[in-house]
């Protein structure tokens, strides 16, 4: 089990930034990928950004070149820098991770969510 503690969600004019922190805590594990996806109200949830153990990212067509994703591995933390934050960017962020974590039958693949933090853009 890993879990997953978010934080830096809040409320920001349009224009705005916000720096959202995600950090994985458990036992025996490695991550493979982590990120950040979002749900907006009467939408379905989508992928904002992701970042795999090599460095990859991946970003939503509706936030490059304003969301960067980083992670610190050694602290298996991963933050999403927002810039120029649009109305249409409010949302519940929810952080994600893939990982690889070692239980009593082996190696298993597991996948887990926070809990979501409110991310606010107003006009």
């Known amino acids: 089990q890993v879990q997953l503690v978010e934080s830096g969600g809040g409320l920001v004019q349009a224009g705005g930034s916000l720096r959202l922190s995600c950090a994985a805590s458990?036992?025996?594990?490695?991550?493979?990928?982590m990120g950040w996806y979002r749900q907006a109200p009467g939408k379905q949830r989508e992928l904002v950004a992701l970042?795999?153990?090599?460095?990859?990212?991946n970003y939503a067509d509706s936030v490059k070149g304003r969301a960067t994703i980083s992670r610190d591995n050694a602290n298996n933390t991963v933050y999403l820098q927002m810039n120029s934050l649009k109305p249409e960017d409010t949302a519940v962020y929810y952080c994600?991770?893939?990982?690889?974590?070692?239980?009593?039958?082996?190696?298993?693949?597991?996948?887990?969510w926070g809990q979501g933090t409110q991310v606010t853009v107003s006009s």
């Open positions: 970042i795999i153990s090599d460095g990859r990212t």
């Open positions: 458990g036992r025996r594990f490695s991550v493979n990928s």
């Open positions: 994600y991770a893939h990982y690889i974590i070692r239980e009593t039958m082996g190696l298993m693949t597991r996948d887990s």
